[in-house]
């Protein structure tokens, strides 16, 4: 069974740090892509950050370059998103999303579309204040 949860998110100043967990069903911690995206109202869904479970190091758009950090729980199955120098622009509603399919080398860049994820978690709030 392939299943997404989200936890963590809330409110934070800018400058503050905030933890989003990421837990996936076994199924799909055993080999996925997983992504967190982001949402801002009005705008389209758009991906920050991704990681594939068998052994990725971790990929990141410029715009959370060197704020943003993923780390793998495996114990857990968890794939944490460390949000640090959190800046007003980054509040938004995060969704992290899987696919099982898609190739540790294609975890990456072009490939993080929304249209390629096939599970996604319920989201959960950011917001940041000046």
């Known amino acids: 069974q392939a299943q997404l949860t989200e936890s963590g998110g809330g409110s934070a100043q800018a400058g503050g740090s905030l933890r989003l967990s990421c837990k996936a069903s076994?199924?799909?911690?055993?080999?996925?892509?997983i992504a967190w995206f982001r949402q801002a109202p009005g705008e389209e869904r758009q991906a920050v950050a991704a990681?594939?479970?068998?052994?990725?190091?971790?990929f990141y758009f410029d715009s959370v370059k060197d704020r943003f950090t993923l780390s793998q729980d495996n114990g857990q199955t968890t794939v944490h998103l460390q949000m640090d120098s959190l800046k007003p622009e980054d509040s938004a509603i995060y969704y992290c999303?899987?696919?099982?399919?898609?190739?540790?080398?294609?975890?990456?860049?072009?490939?993080?579309?929304?249209?390629?994820?096939?599970?996604w978690g319920q989201g959960t709030q950011v917001t940041v204040s000046p």
């Open positions: 990681i594939h479970t068998n052994g990725g190091t971790g």
């Open positions: 076994t199924y799909l911690y055993a080999g996925a892509c």
């Open positions: 999303a899987a696919n099982e399919y898609l190739r540790k080398s294609d975890c990456t860049g072009r490939f993080l579309t929304t249209t390629i994820f096939t599970w």
